[in-house]
């Protein structure tokens, strides 16, 4: 198994559940959750940070990268740090992202096949 594999089926797997799970849970999340997304948030920060400057200077595209770092990370964070009384938008915000990324990561592992 290569390492993209490995990638999509930890989206599938993980990723995608945890949003799902935090989307639809909204308030009532055990307080554990919301340390594993404040540091799974920090972690695609530095990560995607750290993969979008190794392709800069090959010069590819970073605009997943940017994405991650710019728009999905901070949700995360907002989420992690508010809590309870983080608005509503980013909770659905991290259920269709949720969706999206088992959507997007099944579809790219069954074109790895």
């Known amino acids: 198994m290569n390492i993209g594999t490995a ?3 930890a ?5 995608g559940p945890l949003f799902i799970y935090i989307g639809l849970m ?3 999340i055990h307080e554990v959750i919301y ?3 404040a ?3 920090f972690f695609v920060i530095i990560l995607h940070s750290y993969l979008g400057y190794s392709k800069l200077i090959k010069n590819k595209s970073v605009l997943l990268n940017l994405i991650h770092i710019f728009i999905l990370a901070p949700v995360m964070l907002i ?3 508010y809590m309870n009384s983080a608005n509503i938008f980013y909770y659905r915000f991290l259920l269709a992202g949720g969706f999206l990324t088992i ?3 099944g579809f790219k592992l069954t074109l790895r096949r």
């Open 35 to 37: 340390i594993i997304l």
């Open 7 to 9: 990638i999509n089926i």
């Open 103 to 105: 959507f997007y990561h």
């Open 79 to 81: 989420v992690a740090f």
């Open 26 to 28: 909204k308030g009532y």
């Open 39 to 41: 540091s799974l948030g």
């Open 11 to 15: 989206h599938i797997l993980l990723i």
